[in-house]
């Protein structure tokens, strides 16, 4: 698959570098090239990476994406994957409807929203496997296929959560839990199993 990733971050370089060992073709636009470089030797500007990708992990914080957006070209018929969570006052996660902003500034775009529930570390981690069982990763959005593809090439299982209209309750979700996490709860522990 060919996959662009905009951003040289955490995110970027644990999703990316995942992508990229699994033998995807990454490439990389970052306002720091020698970040970018870190991540994949194919480095390019918003709109180069755009052009040459079909798939583009959109790894920048939330408020800078729209922006970045605007200087990418033409993203007709590409699948942007939107991992972002918005950071309201104080640094907490809020709710600012990202996903359904991202498909506005780029209509003829197939937005996704996927891999925003889980901390960096996780995406770390080859693979995410807890209790014997993989990571799931929910993915919001009309078009799956590919994004299911990049679940399973972390070690994950996808599961597919609905459309996109749907991305906004999986981000108040994370920004919920996000919440109990940092006050020293184990969040998990609210969900019976599926059975119960
Ligand atoms: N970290 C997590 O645990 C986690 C988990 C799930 C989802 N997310 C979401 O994933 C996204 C990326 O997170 P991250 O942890 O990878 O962040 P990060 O490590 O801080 O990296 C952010 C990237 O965005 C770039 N950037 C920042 N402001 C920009 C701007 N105005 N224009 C263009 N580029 C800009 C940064 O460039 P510079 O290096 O030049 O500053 C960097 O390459 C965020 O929306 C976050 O909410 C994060």
Redesign the pocket.
């Known amino acids: 698959m060919r996959i662009g990733i905009f951003?040289?971050?955490?995110?970027?370089e644990a999703l990316g570098g995942q992508w990229a060992e699994a033998g995807h073709d990454v490439m990389v636009a970052?306002?720091?090239r020698a970040?970018a470089a870190r991540i994949s030797p194919r480095v390019g500007t918003w709109a180069e990476t755009a052009g040459a990708s079909d798939v583009i992990l959109l790894?920048?914080?939330?408020a800078?994406v729209l922006?970045?957006l605007a200087s990418a070209g033409n993203l007709d018929g590409k699948v942007l994957i939107d991992?972002?969570?918005a950071?309201g006052p104080g640094a907490a996660l809020t709710v600012s409807d990202q996903a359904a902003r991202i498909a506005a500034a780029a209509p003829g775009a197939h937005v996704v929203k996927a891999?925003?529930l889980?901390?960096?570390?996780v995406?770390r981690m080859t693979p995410p496997v807890f209790g014997g069982r993989p990571l799931a990763v929910p993915i919001c959005g009309d078009v799956v296929g590919e994004v299911s593809e990049l679940v399973r090439d972390l070690g994950c299982t996808p599961l597919n959560a609905g459309g996109l209209d749907r991305a906004a309750l999986m981000e108040a979700t994370m920004a919920f839990m996000v919440g109990l996490w940092f006050d020293g709860h184990d969040a998990q522990a609210c969900f019976p199993p599926l059975p119960a």
Do not use: I, Q
């Open positions: 951003g040289a971050g955490g995110m970027a970052a306002r720091d970040k790894a920048l914080p939330a800078s922006e970045v991992c972002t969570n950071v891999f925003n889980c901390h960096v570390d995406w």
